[in-house]
């Protein structure tokens, strides 16, 4: 059974930085893509930056976070980070950890606009004040 968790939401001002963590456990494939969406209140679960570890482990991310958002694995200790700097009132969401099992590479870019991800955590709230 795929768990995911994530941790490290809270509420900070425009223009600070929080850090989102995902651990997850269950699973032995490495052919994994992994990432982050989010929903804001009212709108749509939106891709927002998910990882692919071919090697160098390839990334993807929404236009509105490029720049300003990181996402990194650590996948000995199977743990998925999103780095988030710069942020602004409209980053205020519930924050969710995604996976899907042996994808390509190009799956999983696909993925941050179909969001058909298998596996899913139970969200972490980021609040954004201006």
């Known amino acids: 059974q795929v768990q995911l968790v994530e941790s490290g939401g809270g509420s900070v001002q425009a223009g600070g930085s929080l850090r989102l963590s995902c651990a997850a456990s269950?699973?032995?494939?490495?052919?994994?893509?992994m990432g982050w969406f989010r929903q804001a209140p009212g709108k749509e679960r939106e891709g927002v930056a998910l990882a692919y570890p071919d090697g160098g482990s390839s990334t993807y991310y929404a236009e509105s976070v490029k720049g300003r958002f990181t996402i990194s694995q650590d996948n000995a200790n199977n743990m998925v980070y999103l780095q988030m700097n710069s942020l602004k009132p409209e980053d205020t969401a519930m924050y969710y950890c995604?996976?899907?099992?042996?994808?390509?590479?190009?799956?999983?870019?696909?993925?941050?606009?179909?969001?058909?991800?298998?596996?899913w955590g139970k969200g972490t709230l980021v609040t954004i004040s201006s």
């Open positions: 269950g699973y032995t494939s490495r052919s994994n893509c």
């Open positions: 995604a996976a899907v099992l042996g994808v390509s590479a190009s799956g999983c870019l696909v993925r941050l606009s179909n969001r058909n991800m298998d596996y």
